[in-house]
């Protein structure tokens, strides 16, 4: 594998700790696993292919898409591009979370400063792996604002999310539609609407799913009169139906290339 461009990271698999590396081949991605026993590999396997949109039906979404002055030549620029799942739905979202009103880079600076602070140790840290995202249990009681000098609320939001965790083993479960998904995570205090959106999309694999606040979304869309308003956004993206989680891809991407200069954006 090459490791620049692998993707790597913790997991916890029956109360084990190992590590799972993925690199891209031709047509197919490439899987190491360590620490993980062989009778374990089928599930690992069938969560990485959530992870990684692997079931996805790219040619349908594209003719979708394709519609749209603005997504045509996004969708032609990345062909196929899938929409990120989740390896741990509880690490995802609270990563949504950490990410509310804030930027990219500081949601992932501050997610790494939860896993170090609360995260359980690896018996020995590998390729700058060193801990496995909290579990519920870990969080549920924890004074996460004050550790990462973040607002209580978004801290108390966490700790909320933890307690529904451990409450409902069945919160994250497939939902019957998008919209009990969204009524499901807002009933939690904390949680609103583009966080609620934001899990529907990533961890329910909800393809429809939007978060229609997002200033990158928004930002995505702007013209030489400005950006849309949400409720624009939200009109014109019926269009986009039954992908617009996929629409949002494409835009965070594109925001994202533009941001940090041409070649170097990869998408939310």
């Avoid at 898409?65 to 995802?92: H, I, K, N, S, Y």
């Avoid at 170090?116 to 690896?122: D, E, K, M, Q, V």
């Avoid at 009933?187 to 694999?205: D, E, F, H, N, S």
Wanted: charged share 20%; with cysteine; glycine share 10%.
């Amino acid at each position: 594998m090459d490791p620049a461009a692998a993707y790597a990271r913790t997991i916890r698999v029956a109360g084990r700790h190992g590590r799972v590396t993925v690199a891209p081949g031709e047509d197919s991605l490439h899987v190491a696993l360590h620490g993980v026993a062989s009778a374990h590999a089928e599930a690992v396997v069938g969560r990485l292919r959530r992870l990684f949109d692997c079931d996805a039906d790219p040619g349908a979404i594209a003719a979708c898409l394709a519609g749209d002055p603005v997504l045509a030549p996004l969708v032609a620029a990345r062909p196929g591009l899938r929409l990120p799942g989740a390896w741990d739905p509880f690490e995802t979202g609270c990563r949504a979370i950490l990410g509310q009103q804030v930027s990219v880079a500081a949601a992932i600076g501050l997610a790494g400063k939860l896993v170090a602070a609360f995260g359980t140790p690896l018996a020995g840290p590998v390729d700058g792996l060193t801990h496995v995202f909290p579990a519920p249990e870990d969080l549920v009681e924890a004074d996460v604002a004050l550790v990462l000098n973040m607002p209580r609320a978004r801290g108390a939001a966490i700790r909320a999310l933890a307690a529904a965790a451990l409450a409902d083993p069945d919160l994250f479960a497939p939902a019957e539609s998008l919209e009990s998904a969204v009524q499901r995570f807002t009933a939690i205090r904390g949680i609103g609407p583009w966080t609620a959106q934001y899990i529907a999309m990533r961890v329910l694999k909800l393809p429809d799913a939007l978060p229609v606040g997002d200033v990158g979304l928004l930002r995505a869309l702007a013209t030489a009169t400005g950006r849309p308003s949400p409720a624009a956004l939200l009109e014109r993206a019926e269009a986009w139906r039954p992908f617009r989680s996929y629409a949002a891809q494409h835009l965070w991407a594109a925001d994202e290339a533009a941001v940090k200069g041409p070649g170097q954006g990869s998408g939310r």
